[in-house]
């Protein structure tokens, strides 16, 4: 069974910075894709930023330029670095991890962007 922990989640102001981390029990190599996904009280979950097992990187269009996804395969640890933080970036930000047939989730860790 694959567990996916993320931390690094709080309050922030807007125009500030965060990461968050999502450490996985197992290989992260092993599979397809990590992704960090989002939700808004009120609003879909919207995919944020994805990093494929050969490196390749996607993001959605509003976070483009400000966040950057990143691994690390010693730690079995994916990052999200989260800059420029806006108001709207406010969201349960949650790490899916993609080994076909099978997707896995973590608990999901709060960001909230306000002055």
């Known amino acids: 069974q694959v567990q996916l922990v993320e931390s690094g989640g709080g309050l922030v102001q807007p125009g500030g910075s965060l990461r968050l981390s999502c450490a996985a029990s197992?290989?992260?190599?092993?599979?397809?894709?990590m992704t960090w996904y989002r939700q808004a009280p009120g609003k879909q979950r919207e995919l944020v930023a994805r990093?494929?097992?050969?490196?390749?990187?996607s993001y959605a269009e509003s976070v483009k330029g400000r966040f950057t996804i990143s691994r690390d395969n010693t730690k079995n640890t994916v990052y999200l670095q989260m800059n420029s933080l806006k108001p709207e970036d406010t969201a349960t930000y949650s790490c899916?991890?993609?080994?076909?047939?099978?997707?896995?989730w973590g608990q999901g860790t709060q960001v909230t962007v306000s002055t």
């Open positions: 990093i494929s097992s050969d490196g390749t990187t």
């Open positions: 197992g290989n992260i190599f092993s599979f397809n894709a």
């Open positions: 899916n991890a993609w080994r076909p047939p099978d997707g896995y």
